[in-house]
């Protein structure tokens, strides 16, 4: 069976996309607790770290200056400004990710997306969605790290993201979390099985 101890396979890319709010972090924080070979793709970026965050977990903390450098030397899969900062994905460390067999996961926004499908030409693309705006809105607030200002920023950037939800593969809603989660630990699980992840199968079951 694809994932049999011994056998390698081809590393998956997952990339979840959402509306700023969602639960996003919660659900892939579920998911690598439980998968170990799912690795988390850490992203640079310009903005200031929350309360909690550790610069190299969550994000590479970076100024401007060394985002721009980055950028000039073609190190970031992809960039984007989202809610007025800079994001983008180290290239190098991807790479080397999945040469070590690893699964990978990235927290991108959907400009990203639609860059990452071109650089790597595979990945299993997710779109998550909150119930509705209102909840959005209530998990924004209860997760008191926003300003009034960044808050309104995100609500506004939220609807133009839905509006590109076409563009993504899988569509999960995250209303109740123990559903979400399963819903989202499915599509991982299906990716492992499909037949790109799992070349030499059918000379391995011959040949033996
Ligand atoms: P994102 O990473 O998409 O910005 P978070 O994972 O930080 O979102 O979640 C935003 C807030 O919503 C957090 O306070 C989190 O605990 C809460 N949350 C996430 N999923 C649910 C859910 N299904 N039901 C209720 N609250 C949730
Ligand atoms: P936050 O500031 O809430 O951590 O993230 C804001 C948005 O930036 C989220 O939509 C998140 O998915 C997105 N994001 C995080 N890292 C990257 C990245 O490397 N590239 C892109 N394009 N978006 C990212």
Redesign the pocket.
């Given at each position: 069976m694809a994932g049999e101890p011994g056998r390698s396979r081809q590393g998956i890319l997952m990339v979840i996309s959402?509306?700023?709010?969602?639960?996003?972090?919660?659900?892939i924080n579920r998911l690598r607790a439980e998968f170990p070979r799912l690795a988390f793709s850490v992203s640079y970026t310009t903005r200031a770290p929350r309360a909690g965050e550790q610069n190299g977990r969550e994000y590479h903390f970076v100024d401007m200056e060394t985002f721009i450098r980055l950028r000039d030397a073609d190190e970031l899969a992809e960039w984007a400004e989202v809610h007025g900062n800079f994001y983008g994905t180290s290239r190098p460390a991807v790479q080397a990710m999945l040469e070590q067999g690893l699964d990978v996961l990235f927290?991108i926004d959907v400009q990203g997306s639609r860059q990452l499908r071109q650089a790597f030409a595979q990945g299993a693309f997710i779109f998550?969605f909150p119930p509705s705006m209102r909840v959005l809105e209530q998990?924004?607030r209860?997760?008191g790290t926003e300003t009034e200002e960044s808050l309104a920023k995100r609500l506004a950037n939220a609807r133009r993201e839905l509006e590109q939800a076409d563009f993504f593969d899988y569509w999960i809603v995250?209303?109740?979390?123990e559903s979400?989660y399963r819903d989202l630990r499915s599509v991982y699980q299906a990716e492992g099985l499909r037949k790109s992840c799992n070349a030499g199968l059918v000379e391995q079951v011959l040949a033996n």
């Open positions: 959402a509306p700023s709010g969602t639960g996003k972090s919660t659900l927290d998550l998990r924004l209860g997760r995250n209303n109740d979390l979400a």
